[in-house]
């Protein structure tokens, strides 16, 4: 049965390239250049969005659906270009198209910056869920920030990082659409005027403050095949208007200045950290505009065609990124109560149902605590507001534990309350003033539930609920890996493109050898591909037949790039020591930005490069050991490097990572995991079974354990195990570096003698002889070609649960409970 195809032509496309190319630049196609070739087929191809995009539109007006509105600071997007062809379901007829005008898609593709609004597997997941919700047929917006700076782009320079500012704008977005007549304005500091107007009303007005004009662009985003597209609202910020000199007192003029560089600020740029809280004034600045233009923006929606503000929860809800857009809690109050005369209680109800919070992370530096002091200067009235949830929710602490047998209601306050020791605690006022909190896979929603939001749980336990994460097939195979994408479609059709679950088809032809040989042979295309990257970008050859071990996904220290590169030592060592042991050839490929401040991560990076340096140069290996640090490691060459993956590193401290997503990818594409038992690990082993996946090291509860008492003594290990004293002298030996002191900190953050309970903080020697073990296991199972074949398959074909459309669809059932609109097309 042949499917139905969304309508492309192709030949207007073709029209349309060279009519733009004319218009826009007054060249013919031989005269373009590559840029301006792509900025020509952009627009050629969101005219046949915008169509699409306008039937989305009127169908959502006459059916009037529930709407998610996916509130983040970050959306990690990755080209545009691509991917909308692909949901287009046009990629063909346009590589077609660009072929006869003697022009490579590829190139075309290339051209294009990765929009990287955001830092990794947070934003990224924000971008999978767009794809999901519209592929599934939701109305949804996505929320947030039109950085002009994204996530810098990483350049190495003698085996440091250094940050070079990204301008992905430099050249536009053919892509977004700006929407100033849909401005809204927002404000910050002041202070807040209480008074009693005429009808007897108490007012609190916002005066003295400062406003910024929020303009938002919109990105249209595609579903798969069905002609759906939803937004993407990223805000601008502008100043509200250009001053006149003549009219201004001096004050005016200082105000005017300042309103202007307020603006200018803004939406500047994205802050690097991942799974870190640098609790800065413009960040909390930076949240509560994105928010409140949101929010604003979602109420004046609502009233367009709906006049009960009482019921607004039944058409939208908010879905808050992490803690980031925790604002919107207390913003959505506000305006109920100050705009629309809600009462605090009527407010308070359609504020609860309306916003969802979900959780990434435990670990506490990314936990959001702002200074009350910056948070009441900076946001008056929301204050306020926070100040009243809060006592609100104190006194109903006090009300359900006051006289209850063994409880000490000091020490639930403690650890509940919203505003505590000076901070406003923003996780806490997510779970207070939401009806839903979802940790991100299994094993991390038990540990919230168990530990880390115990109290709330036990006070709560109906809000809380799991959403293990996924990703979308669409980019990560159907774009990223098509020889893969044709091959399982021509053995088990292409329903998987829209739902993954049917890759268990691919479980008959697991002991299949022809199957086998065909799907390593595509692995090995993908390897030569990488490998061309490879030489090209780092000038290193490396060999596809040798097995290609990736750690690839931000620099933390909970992620282990360290454990992972004192392995490559060690084994360096023992190959130079018994040159003539047997030894499977490995290529390491390495890539990962380090927040710009955190200068640990930085000279990991360092480390690895250097490490690289001495062995992709010493002949006396022959080859066995090949070393890449792929420089700016970013969504457009991650579809790549999964691509070409056998193993997947996943190897964080167990119970550190609250889910992972690029362990998902990489499986997806036939790599096996080399992993602990943690986040979504559990979950992949538990699809893909223990034989198929390599496992090791300590369990989240032993971790846990160490942690309540006070660590463990890394010298022990330093002392008894010779393979880790080996391994750690060659840090401060000279063997790396001339300058023997260079990575004497990152020796004594595994050591530090000084501060004993600070030392391997994250078990990186306690894992050491495992993880060694490990990736022994590895190179004999891939020196079985038969075995390996079989293992790279079966994760292909038990990869189903971990599709964002599975996701999407456990959050629209259990959670947001929204309609799925019907489109005319096809
Ligand atoms: C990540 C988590 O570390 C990762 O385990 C998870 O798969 C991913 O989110 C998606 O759920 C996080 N990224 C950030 C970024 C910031 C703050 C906290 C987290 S948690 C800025």
Not at 209 to 231: C, F, K, S
Not at 457 to 466: G, L, Q, T
Request: with cysteine.
């Amino acid at each position: 049965m042949k499917k139905k195809q969304l309508p492309f032509d192709k030949e207007l496309f073709t029209r349309s390239v060279l009519y733009n190319v004319k218009t826009l630049y007054r060249k013919t196609m031989e005269e373009a250049t590559p840029q301006e070739i792509y900025q020509a087929s952009a627009y050629a191809i969101k005219d046949a969005i915008i169509d699409h995009w306008m039937t989305t539109q009127k169908a959502a007006a006459e059916q009037d659906p529930k709407i998610v509105y996916y509130m983040s600071m970050e959306f990690l997007m990755g080209r545009a270009f691509g991917n909308n062809l692909i949901n287009l379901q046009a990629y063909k007829a346009v590589k077609e198209a660009l072929d006869e005008l003697g022009i490579d898609v590829n190139v075309v593709e290339d051209q294009e910056p990765d929009p990287a609004l955001g830092n990794g597997g947070l934003g990224r997941l924000a971008a999978c869920f767009l794809d999901s919700l519209a592929t599934l047929g939701y109305m949804a917006y996505g929320c947030g920030i039109r950085y002009k700076y994204g996530m810098f782009k990483q350049t190495i320079r003698d085996g440091y990082q250094v940050e070079v500012p990204d301008a992905w704008l430099e050249n536009g977005n053919p892509f977004e659409l700006r929407r100033s007549e849909y401005a809204k304005e927002v404000k910050f500091g002041g202070y807040v005027n209480v008074y009693t107007d005429d009808t007897g009303r108490t007012v609190f007005k916002q005066e003295g403050y400062q406003v910024v004009r929020a303009i938002p662009y919109d990105l249209p985003i595609l579903g798969y095949g069905n002609g759906m597209v939803n937004t993407l609202r990223i805000w601008d910020a502008e100043p509200i208007q250009c001053f006149q000199l003549d009219s201004f007192d001096k004050g005016d003029y200082q105000k005017a200045v300042e309103q202007e560089n307020l603006a200018s600020q803004l939406c500047e740029v994205l802050y690097p950290n991942d799974n870190h809280i640098a609790g800065k004034e413009l960040r909390l600045k930076q949240q509560y505009f994105f928010i409140s233009a949101s929010v604003q923006t979602a109420l004046k929606r609502y009233l367009k065609d709906h006049d009960n503000i009482k019921k607004f929860y039944t058409k939208a809800v908010f879905q808050l990124n992490d803690t980031h857009p925790t604002v919107a809690v207390a913003e959505l109050m506000r305006l109920l109560m100050d705009e629309y005369y809600l009462t605090w209680d009527e407010a308070w109800e359609v504020t609860v149902k309306t916003c969802c919070y979900t959780n990434h992370t435990i670990m506490s530096e990314a936990l959001e605590k702002w200074p009350v002091d910056l948070f009441q200067r900076l946001l008056p009235r929301i204050y306020q507001i926070v100040d009243e949830i809060n006592r609100r929710f104190v006194d109903q602490i006090m009300r359900q534990y006051t006289n209850s047998a063994g409880i000490d209601v000091q020490s639930k306050i403690r650890s509940m309350a919203i505003l505590y020791d000076n901070q406003v605690k923003m996780a806490h006022l997510a779970i207070v003033g939401g009806h839903s909190v979802n940790g991100v896979a299994q094993l991390h929603t038990e540990i919230l539930k168990k530990r880390e939001l115990k109290d709330f749980y036990e006070m709560m336990p109906e809000k809380f609920n799991n959403k293990t994460n996924g990703i979308t097939q669409r980019r990560f195979l159907l774009h990223a890996n098509p020889l893969l994408a044709d091959w399982i479609t021509a053995k088990i059709g292409d329903g998987w493109i829209t739902d993954l679950s049917q890759m268990d088809k691919l479980k008959s032809y697991a002991d299949d050898k022809k199957a086998q040989d065909e799907f390593m042979e595509i692995k090995h295309k993908n390897k030569e591909r990488l490998a061309k990257y490879i030489l090209e970008h780092n000038n290193i050859e490396v060999d596809p037949n040798s097995i290609f071990d990736v750690q690839v996904k931000r620099l933390h220290e909970y992620k282990r790039q360290l454990l992972n590169i004192l392995q490559v030592m060690y084994k360096y060592h023992d190959i130079k020591s018994h040159p003539n042991k047997d030894f499977y050839p490995k290529t390491y490929i390495f890539g990962a930005k380090a927040a710009a401040g955190y200068l640990t991560a930085k000279l990991t990076i360092k480390l690895i490069n250097s490490v690289a340096d001495v062995i992709n140069k010493d002949a006396s290996i022959g080859g066995k050991i090949k070393v890449v640090f792929i420089e700016d490691y970013r969504v457009s060459n991650a579809e790549l490097i999964f691509a070409a993956a056998d193993v997947s590193e996943q190897i964080s401290t167990a119970s550190k990572e609250a889910s992972g997503t690029g362990n998902m990818k990489m499986m997806l594409n036939g790599a096996v995991t080399l992993g602990t038992m943690d986040g979504a690990n559990v979950e992949i082993v538990n699809e893909v079974g223990e034989d198929n996946a390599f496992i090791f090291g300590l369990s989240s509860q032993e971790v846990m354990d160490y942690e309540k008492n006070g660590g463990y003594n890394p010298m022990d290990i330093y002392n008894s195990n010779p393979n880790v004293k080996a391994v750690l002298n060659m840090l401060v030996d000279g063997t790396f570096s001339k300058n023997k002191e260079l990575f004497r900190p990152l020796y004594n953050c595994l050591l530090n003698t000084n501060n004993s309970s600070k030392a391997d903080q994250y078990f990186i020697l306690k894992d050491f002889e495992a993880y060694l073990e490990a990736q022994r296991r590895i190179s004999e199972a891939y020196a079985d070609k038969k075995r390996w074949a079989r293992m790279a398959l079966m994760n292909t074909a038990c990869c189903g649960k971990f599709s964002s459309d599975r996701t999407i669809q456990e959050y629209v059932d259990e959670v947001w409970k929204l309609d799925k609109v019907e489109l005319p097309v096809k």
